[in-house]
């Protein structure tokens, strides 16, 4: 059934293409936008060669440093998923450039989904790390009300992802005052590491990163000491949940369940004994990037159900790894 459109920016995305996969499935149309200068508009044919892409599938060109390249695929839509946002966590360009770059992008996006009349509501994508990075203990548990703090973002984080933290944690803040200062309906959806397949044949960085054992890639340990995953598809359907929930307000953290890397080394070993794994006496040491738990309550208040657990993140990663010859 014919559920109207929306648009889903950033389309070539990890969690934005399969968004997009998912919308078609439930029945909407869905107009995406791609970056005119990105290398993935050369071959976008994983979005339409998606089922119901040939006849509900339009794609533009838009940026969000020309925020009004965005009215084109706003115009009409009933709803707007804005999962753009510029990455960049090796630090290679300012962060005021990033966070103007972010926050002006996303102003624009919210002002077009105003000026069209028809969009009842916009989800913007945040992440954890507008919710942890403030100082507070790896052992505490947080929930919507916890705000990261910039300051202390630039301070301990300058070599690993600052620039990204601040701009994803001001651009959040920014949507949400925009929609409150302008009566748009806004919410946020703040997903953990996003974990298992992927549309596409390239390995998303999550996605990556959650295999680094099986990869091999000791470098990536740090990153997950003590680690909250979600399932794509699990993150995907909060975000159509949310636009369809009528009551839906503010922010909502999106998890399934945290795993220490000895509990990963424990899983992985016993699911996956083809690969070598490290020796987990090797990972003690491993002491960086330990953050706090977060709550996904407040997104369970509303009457969505996780569909998967870990198990089922890293088979479906990996057989996807597997059929893309990545693994």
């Not at 202390?152 to 984080?157: C, E, L, P, V």
């Not at 925009?178 to 806004?186: A, S, T, Y």
């Not at 569909?307 to 993140?313: H, K, S």
């Amino acid at each position: 059934m014919e559920k109207g459109t929306v648009c889903v920016t950033g389309g070539t995305g990890f969690l934005a293409s399969w968004t997009i996969k998912r919308l078609l499935e439930e029945g909407y149309s869905v107009n995406t936008t791609i970056r005119s200068n990105s290398d993935s508009r050369k071959d976008v044919s994983y979005l339409t060669n998606l089922p119901g892409a040939f006849e509900r599938l339009k794609i533009f060109e838009a940026d969000l440093s020309k925020p009004r390249t965005f009215d084109a695929p706003i115009k009409g839509c009933i709803g707007v998923f804005h999962v753009a946002h510029p990455i960049d966590f090796e630090g290679k360009e300012p962060e005021e450039w990033q966070t103007e770059k972010a926050v002006k992008g996303s102003l624009g996006i919210l002002q077009a989904c105003v000026n069209s009349t028809t969009v009842k509501k916009v989800v913007y994508t945040s992440s954890a790390s507008t919710v942890v990075l403030n100082g507070k203990e790896h052992t505490e548990i947080l929930d919507e009300e916890s705000c990261s703090d910039v300051d202390f973002i630039r301070a301990n984080y300058k070599d690993f992802g600052a620039s990204y933290f601040v701009s994803k944690t001001l651009t959040e803040k920014a949507t949400l005052e925009f929609g409150e200062n302008n009566g748009l309906d806004v919410v946020t959806v703040i997903p953990t590491y996003i974990h298992g397949p992927f549309v596409g044949t390239h390995c998303p960085g999550s996605v990556r990163v959650s295999l680094a054992m099986i990869f091999g890639d000791t470098t990536k340990y740090e990153m997950i000491m003590k680690t909250d995953f979600v399932h794509v598809d699990d993150v995907a359907r909060a975000h159509i949940h949310l636009l369809e929930h009528p009551y839906a307000k503010g922010r909502y953290i999106c998890s399934r369940i945290r795993c220490t890397i000895t509990e990963l080394h424990r899983l992985l070993s016993s699911r996956y004994p083809e690969y070598k794994m490290p020796n987990v006496e090797s990972l003690k040491d491993v002491e960086k990037m330990k953050f706090p738990e977060v709550s996904s309550r407040k997104l369970l208040s509303t009457g969505f159900q996780f569909n998967y657990g870990i198990e089922e993140m890293f088979d479906d990663a990996v057989n996807c790894c597997k059929r893309n010859n990545i693994l």
